[in-house]
């Protein structure tokens, strides 16, 4: 059964840190590109950062370039979001996914979710 298990959400105060990881199972996890996502209340979910399934690239919003770093590790089967400088617009629920597509079959998965709530 494949799962992605979000941590390490939290309180910081705005300009602080937070290192976010997901866990994934239940699936080839070194074939499939993942991202973070996230959600304010009220808004719609948005990409934050995306990683491809080798980790030769990445690419990032605009609102959170120059601050948040994605990267993944395929022997452990994880993958990070380093947040820094974080102001209090990043206040959101923040998801895992993973996505693959193979011959137009699009499988994906979504993580359950962790709060940040950047406030001083």
């Known amino acids: 059964q494949a799962q992605l298990v979000e941590s390490g959400g939290g309180l910081v105060q705005p300009g602080g840190s937070l290192r976010l990881s997901c866990a994934a199972s239940?699936?080839?996890?070194?074939?499939?590109?993942m991202s973070w996502y996230r959600q304010a209340p009220g808004k719609e979910r948005e990409l934050v950062a995306a990683i491809t399934s080798t980790g030769g690239s990445t690419n990032y919003a605009e609102a959170v370039k120059g601050r948040f770093t994605i990267a993944r590790d395929n022997v452990k089967k994880m993958v990070y979001l380093q947040m820094n400088s974080l102001k209090p617009e990043d206040t959101a629920v923040y998801y895992c996914?993973?996505?693959?597509?193979?011959?137009?079959?699009?499988?994906?998965?979504w993580g359950q979710g962790t709060q940040v709530t950047v406030s001083s």
């Open positions: 239940g699936f080839t996890f070194s074939t499939y590109s």
């Open positions: 996914y993973g996505r693959r597509t193979i011959l137009g079959n699009i499988r994906d998965y």
